[in-house]
DNA sequence: TAGATTGTTAATCGATTAACAATC
DNA sequence: TAGATTGTTAATCGATTAACAATC
């Protein structure tokens, strides 16, 4: 099977927590697109890349679905995260269900206040940003999350860099830049109100004179 | 000109952000790609949605092209928006650059707690969920965002429905469903995190028997 | 069996990349 | 002018949609 592209991955979860959530035994493929908001046709098509799964005339059994989603993008091993940035975003982060009942463990967290060094938020330990090698090291980390002021997050790449982290998820409302190799997600809530009001306008607009020339 | 797709709108922002940190008055297509990490084709593509600004063998200037991008995007009036849940995640909202310095502004919020009902986070007044309708059309609000558990987001959205907001932005891991003409910008943890591990695996394993099967 | 739904193949659509003529 | 860089057109690539044969 071919690689799936990253739109593939967040439709895939859509399917699993939709299948979550239902009590059926069974869904069809239009059944579930209507819950994911999705197309039958984009389903099946997605459900294809992981194998024949369904049965005709009775739809896709949804434990079994579930079991094959899921066995294609949950690790059985626990996946080893660090927190950059111990504020109000990053307590945030600590609280989100992914890392409490996950497979992905946020095992130390770093911030340049001395105050908050040594204390412990949910029981992560917040340590200063120069022990991060040591710690990343020593505790197996894979991924890093950026979540400190956006003045300070190039920094904070750097030392994940440095550390050996391939993955990291950035909060900051900035690009960070990275070598080669090293993967970065960008959560960036600037972007979604920038495009969300340039689709709201072309939709009271769209007809006017500014969005069609031709 | 025809509306521009949502890849491009994160792209322009890249291009807006390069140009806010760069030095000199002219910039190619090439040191533009550079700084935003992608190619120059894709640059000059992207910037000639928006009319001719360049000149031949010069490049871009940095004022005219910024001022350009922006007259696309940023809109003059200030966009009123109100957040629902004001935990941690809800304080680094209200922390958020784009709501302190930038023309959304975030003018209340809700929460079910009674003992945050009646105080101010960053001067933002925290309501009561049931104020909301009359909260937001008296303060022409237009966006709602979601920062709630994900067992309550589903009513927050329908709440913001009825009060008749048009945008949001979802925090929570989960689906919402919303009528059609209602746009959902979902930010969502669990997906990047999803996404990223795929493709940290599909790196490692690449050439191996699971991600390649012809 | 008959009919509904899958999995797959082909057609369409849109976005990216490459190439190059226009032009400063 | 000569040469570099834009804006645009054409070629490529990938993703979505439609259609339908396979099949339970």
Known sequence: MKPVSCKIVARVLSYIRA?????????SSRHLARLAGTTEAQVRKDISHFGRVGTPRRGYRKAVLKKRLEAF???????????????????????CPAFIKGRTQIVAAFDTNPKKI???????????????????????VEIGIIAVPKEACQRSADL????????????????????????????????????????LNARRILSGSRFYQK
Not at 73 to 95: K, S
Not at 119 to 139: D, K, N, T
Not at 176 to 181: E, S
């Open 19 to 27: 299948l979550e959530s239902e009590k059926p035994h069974h869904l």
């Open 73 to 95: 993008f949950i690790r059985n091993d626990v996946v080893h995260a660090v927190l950059f940035g111990a504020g109000n975003l990053g307590r945030a982060i600590l609280g």
């Open 118 to 140: 040594g204390r412990r938020i949910r029981g992560v330990r917040i340590y200063s940003p120069e022990m991060a090698p040591e710690v990343i090291r020593r505790r197996h």
């Open 160 to 199: 994940m860099v440095v550390s050996g982290l391939r993955g990291m998820i950035n909060f900051a409302p900035a690009a960070i830049r990275v070598p080669k190799g090293v993967i970065v997600k960008d959560m960036d809530l600037t972007v979604e109100l920038l495009s969300m009001f340039y689709e």
